[in-house]
């Protein structure tokens, strides 16, 4: 059993950094370039076509310099491929040392990407759309294909072309899922943001309640924020990021 754990050791060695890593003895230098060329095909596809805008801001030298950095020093605490883009975000906010081709915003912007395709693929559904004859009244929720984020870079906006070079102020998004299951974000500002937040928090408050908080917190007039938020809680109820209950 040592002498076999030995051989796939150095084979996953060699697998992970074949350029300095030795081969593992007695293998065939074409089956080797077979193995080598499918582990790192596979996961560079799946990491390419997880993170798109981020692999279209870097040479093809880079990127692949990045994704064998990953492969060789990067231990995945998930045995699935299809989690490969969790771990991808895992090794930039982690463990990548900056590097000259690196944008400032890699990490923020991955974590967005990531964000969109974990909403894509998510098995829960959007709160359904029904009339609310009394808005103050219902009981706001988060739908479960909600996120709100802060980051420092406007990540939505990012892509070749439109490359900030510094973090601005924070950027507050609502990144959701319609209930055409077609993946949405909102740009929001830092009350809309807090209000959310609270709806996401709120263990069966009415809305009026919620807004309530939000006034106190924002040491704004009541009754100006009520206006306000019964009107932002409506639009996020139709785009499916709030469900209301009666």
Not at 6 to 15: D, G, I, K
Not at 25 to 45: F, H, K, M, S, T
Request: with cysteine; aromatic share 10%; charged share 20%.
């Amino acid at each position: 059993m040592s002498r076999m754990r030995e051989s796939q050791m150095r084979m996953a060695n060699f697998l992970r950094n074949p350029e300095e890593a030795p081969p593992p003895p007695g293998v065939e230098a074409r089956r080797l370039q077979i193995y080598q060329d499918l582990i790192y095909n596979n996961i560079e596809g799946f990491i390419s076509s997880g993170f798109p805008v981020l692999r279209s801001l870097y040479s093809d030298e880079d990127w692949h310099s990045m994704v064998r950095d990953f492969i060789d020093g990067h231990r995945c605490e998930s045995p699935y491929f299809l989690e490969i883009s969790q771990e991808f975000l895992r090794y930039l906010m982690e463990r990548r040392e900056p590097q000259p081709a690196d944008p400032a915003f890699a990490a923020e912007l991955a974590h967005y990407e990531w964000v969109e395709l974990a909403l894509d693929v998510a098995e829960e559904q959007a709160p359904p759309l029904c009339p609310v004859p009394d808005m103050a009244a219902a009981v706001p929720a988060l739908s479960p294909l909600a996120w709100v984020l802060s980051y420092h870079f406007p990540v939505h906006r990012i892509g070749p072309g439109h490359e900030p070079s510094a973090a601005s102020e924070p950027v507050f998004l609502a990144v959701y899922r319609n209930r055409e299951d077609d993946v949405k974000f909102v740009e929001l500002n830092a009350a809309t943001a807090r209000l959310l937040e609270l709806v996401r928090e709120n263990q069966g408050g009415s809305a009026a309640a919620v807004l309530a908080q939000l006034a106190a917190e924002m040491g704004s007039e009541p009754e100006t924020i009520a206006n306000f938020g019964l009107e932002q809680l409506a639009q996020f109820h139709h785009l499916g990021i709030v469900a209301l209950t009666t």
